[in-house]
């Protein structure tokens, strides 16, 4: 008895402590990469949105859910993290029902170009903020690059190890609790900087869109439906990656084969009054916040004319929650306009 | 699949549930089926090598033992009816039959054995010889599957067969425990090469839980992967980078790399045997100890006494001593002696015999000229090392030397260095491009880079430095410590809480400042290749 409870006690301590030096180790994308942290933010949400966008970097920079409520009171969450590959997409949506059933899921088609796992780096960012459930391990097995481990998505200290000699003061203020980084997962810079000599996309050998992405898009449409989501298909207004007319054409087909929208944000740009001299940070692959709000303008009014999506802005208790986020988006902006010195 | 894998970790640890839920005389049988599940693993070809040696040498074996029962029935039958010389003649007869039968089964396993690992070496020395008679005629090589651990199993195997042939071993009748003796999985891919006579003692043994056992087991393993993935594979990163640009790093660079891969080696066999040893232990398997020590020793001879002594055992009982004591030998012995005398003519057999071994220990390392050079570097040190003994002795006498803590202290670093500079014949695995290498340790003075940061440029941070200098000392103290007894059993009379705060800071050690996972290489051990 005393051997078994002394084992007990020791057993539990080491757990404890490992589990300690895990979180102390785990990065926490609190400085510049900061969009390490969107996917877990999500959960600290209240899950009753009305508009759910998954997919790369081309939403969660290019639409502002903040913009889409004042401006429409529509209800929205970005899941999206950086280059979100389309199984990625699948698994965080399959994730995102299992929590709340939005009226509108808008998916960014520009993954379909990836038929394979990418990076691992992008993959930590995509899946480890995602609650364990069977989506996430899916989600695991799906994206892993060669040289990397399941053993290491469970227990991350033995990825994230041989940081001892990068760790900061953030590693430890931030061990169990790490600062929203995003608005409803919209990731804001104000700053500008011009899209010039945007070169045009080489060409290439093969153009059609992989079967493991045809595989998962289909899964996507076929989990909309067997849920009674409508399902937008969209490409975002970024220049570059270069978007090809044949991958357009593909989507096109592929949207009306299976009677979805499809909405190439590229061809809209002067109808949206984006300005790619002012409109983007990064000469043209994201939009800045005034690129972003004017998307979402454009796209907030789509939405309310041709969904079922109503305005929610006189519902007080969600009303209450939006206006802090809303101070915070402002705060943020002041204080981005102090960084990047920018006067009104 | 490698020691220091996730996917190890987890097979073995299922194992040793497995191993102590099953009924006890399930035991071996399910050491057999994982040994051959890990071998299978590996790649399923290898089965098929493994297999036809220990079929081989097993019914050579049993032939053997048919071959000594049926003397010893005859003998028994006959024992009034036969005179001493008739006895004599007919144990004569059996002996030649046991013999031609252990000819067979050596010929048969050293030819899988040479024809695998040796081939290419032998069409590269063709094509060498090709090259400097002129002719541009050249022999292709042959790409040839190279079983994990053939050198290990093929001679853990011989030793069996030997054994059996000189009746110190009573040939094994059940053809399963036979192929798990010779597959058995901790030390299937480096050793230590064990004798049947001294691990079937355990290995068939029905084995009850034995808390103590299993403890001492995983703290061994620990120990063993501190020793691999925070020690070797750590230097590994310098070694590589100076071995890879050899017009870049020379000098103290050479001299730097030359202790380093020293270290290295000892952290990354001694940590594998260190795997093995535990992994058995939690098994309650006995496996026979490989090191003592070795960089403590005092002289060459000594360190190869306490350094892979498995395989120097091997050789020492299976081909020094019998060539030592054959026919030729003998005759040879007697012309020596008579054509230079009694001092040297008694010391050529002798030296004619270490040569061999020496030679053989090279190659059986790698077939290549560079361990072929580091054999005979041991056998050259040795057999000066001996010829200067008077001299030496001398030399204690009169400056009263012996026994004296710092003399000690000066031999074993001697000897420390001694092994290093020939283990860069190992590093380099060319034999020009390393006695150029060591040559520039004098010719090029840049001893500077000792401090000036110049070894940053290595792949190691500073901080890496530090840790490395504390393991070593670690690894100091605890080989200290080990003079007077197992660490294991002082470390019992600790406090249990001090016990804890150890393992558990040796574990955390591991996880922490292992150099496994993305950004390093998932390295072999070393001795794996041989």
């Known amino acids: ?344 | 699949m490698l020691f220091a894998s996730y996917e190890f970790i987890g097979f073995v640890l299922v194992l040793f549930a497995l191993y102590y839920l099953v009924p006890k005389r399930c035991q071996w049988p399910l050491l057999l089926i994982a040994s051959y599940v890990f071998y299978f693993l590996a790649n399923p070809w290898y089965l098929v090598f493994i297999t036809v040696t220990s079929l081989t040498v097993y019914g050579c074996g049993l032939w053997m033992g048919k071959i000594a029962a049926t003397q010893k029935e005859y003998l028994s039958k006959n024992k009034e009816n036969l005179s001493k010389e008739d006895k004599k003649t007919y144990k004569n007869q059996m002996k030649q039959k046991k013999w031609r039968v252990l000819l067979l089964g050596l010929l048969f396993n050293l030819g899988i054995l040479a024809v695998i690992k040796y081939t290419n070496f032998t069409i590269y020395n063709i094509n060498s010889l090709l090259h400097i008679f002129g002719s541009k005629a050249r022999i292709g090589f042959i790409d040839i599957l190279m079983p994990m651990g053939i050198s290990f199993y093929t001679f853990q195997a011989l030793s069996y067969l030997i054994d059996t042939y000189r009746g110190t071993v009573e040939p094994e009748k059940n053809v399963f425990k036979f192929a798990l003796f010779v597959s058995f999985f901790p030390q299937l891919v480096q050793g230590p090469i064990s004798r049947f006579g001294d691990l079937s003692k355990t290995l068939y043994s029905k084995h009850k839980f034995d808390g103590k056992n299993v403890a001492f087991g995983f703290q061994r393993i620990l120990y063993g992967y501190f020793k691999k993935l925070v020690v070797a594979d750590r230097m590994l990163i310098a070694v590589k980078a100076i071995i890879a640009a050899p017009e870049n790093y020379q000098g103290a660079y050479v001299f730097v790399g030359m202790i380093f891969y020293a270290l290295e080696l000892y952290a990354d066999f001694t940590g594998g045997i260190d795997i093995t040893i535990g992994i058995a232990q939690v098994l309650g398997i006995e496996v026979t100890e490989n090191f003592r020590r070795p960089f403590f020793s005092k002289n060459i001879k000594e360190y190869w006494n306490r350094w892979h002594i498995t395989m120097g055992t091997w050789f020492t009982e299976y081909i020094f001593y019998p060539i030592s004591v054959c026919k030729p030998m003998l005759k040879f012995s007697k012309f020596s002696r008579k054509h230079f005398g009694d001092v040297i003519g008694k010391r050529m057999p002798v030296y004619l015999a270490s040569f061999v071994v020496w030679f053989a220990t090279g190659i059986w390392h790698g077939a290549s000229w560079n361990f072929i050079v580091w054999g005979l570097g041991n056998f050259v040190v040795i057999m000066i090392s001996q010829e200067l003994e008077p001299l030496y002795r001398k030399f204690h006498n009169r400056f009263h030397v012996d026994g004296h803590t710092s003399y000690k202290a000066f031999c074993v670093i001697r000897t420390f260095l001694l092994m290093s500079a020939l283990r860069t014949f190992d590093c380099y695995r060319d034999v020009p491009l390393t006695f150029r290498m060591f040559g520039t340790i004098f010719t090029n003075w840049n001893w500077h880079i000792l401090w000036d940061g110049s070894l940053l440029s290595l792949g190691l941070s500073l901080y890496d430095y530090i840790i490395l200098a504390v393991c070593v000392v670690i690894l100091t103290s605890v080989s200290l410590a080990g003079r007077t007894g197992s660490v294991r059993e002082k470390l019992l009379k600790k406090p249990y809480p001090v016990r804890f705060v150890i393992f558990y800071g040796l574990l955390v050690c591991i996880i922490i400042f292992g150099a496994y996972g993305i950004g390093f290489d998932a390295s072999q051990f070393i001795y794996n290749q041989f």
Not at chain 1, 24 to 37: A, C, N, Q, R
Not at chain 1, 75 to 103: C, F, H
Not at chain 1, 230 to 253: C, F, G, H, R, T
Not at chain 1, 314 to 321: I, N, P, T, V
């Open chain 1, 1 to 344: 008895m005393k051997n078994f409870l002394k084992i007990t006690i020791s057993l539990l301590i080491g757990i404890a402590g490992l589990f300690l030096i895990q979180r102390i180790f785990l990065p926490k994308y609190t400085k510049d990469v900061v969009e390490g942290s969107f996917i877990e933010e999500y959960y600290d949400d209240k899950p009753d949105h009305d508009v759910v966008f998954i997919g790369d970097c081309e939403v969660y920079e290019n639409f502002s859910p903040v913009e889409l409520w004042q401006k429409y009171g529509i209800n929205s969450y970005i899941r999206g993290s950086a280059q979100q590959l389309i199984w990625q997409s699948y698994y965080l949506l399959e994730d995102t029902l299992k929590y709340e059933k939005p009226k509108v899921v808008v998916f960014n088609v520009l993954s379909m170009k990836y038929n394979e796992p990418q990076n691992e780096a992008y993959n930590r960012m995509s899946i480890e903020g995602m609650r364990w459930s069977m989506s996430k391990v899916n989600n695991i097995n799906a994206s892993m690059m060669e040289d990397e481990h399941f053993v290491e998505y469970v227990f991350p200290l033995l990825r994230y190890h041989s940081r001892w000699n990068d760790l900061t003061s953030d590693d430890f203020t931030y061990i169990f609790d790490t600062p929203h980084e995003s608005f409803k997962g919209y990731y804001m810079r104000i700053d500008e900087k011009a899209a010039s000599n945007v070169p045009e996309g080489p060409a290439l050998t093969d153009y059609n869109f992989g079967e493991n992405s045809y595989y998962y898009l289909d899964k996507i449409t076929k989990l909309c439906k067997d849920n009674d989501i409508e399902l937008i298909l969209i490409k975002a207004p970024s220049l570059y990656p270069y978007w090809y007319d044949q991958w357009d054409k593909q989507m096109v087909d592929y949207a009306k084969e299976h009677d979805l929208t499809y909405i190439n944000f590229l061809e809209l740009t002067d109808e949206i009054g984006i300005d790619f001299e002012h409109d983007t940070y990064d000469g043209g692959l994201h939009l800045n916040l005034s690129g972003a709000i004017k998307l979402s303008d454009y796209f907030g009014q789509y939405i309310i004319d041709n969904t079922a999506v109503t305005d929610r802005r006189g519902e007080a208790e969600l009303s209450a929650k939006w206006d802090k986020v809303i101070a915070e988006y402002n705060q943020e902006i002041e204080n981005q306009k102090k960084e990047y010195n920018i006067t009104d």
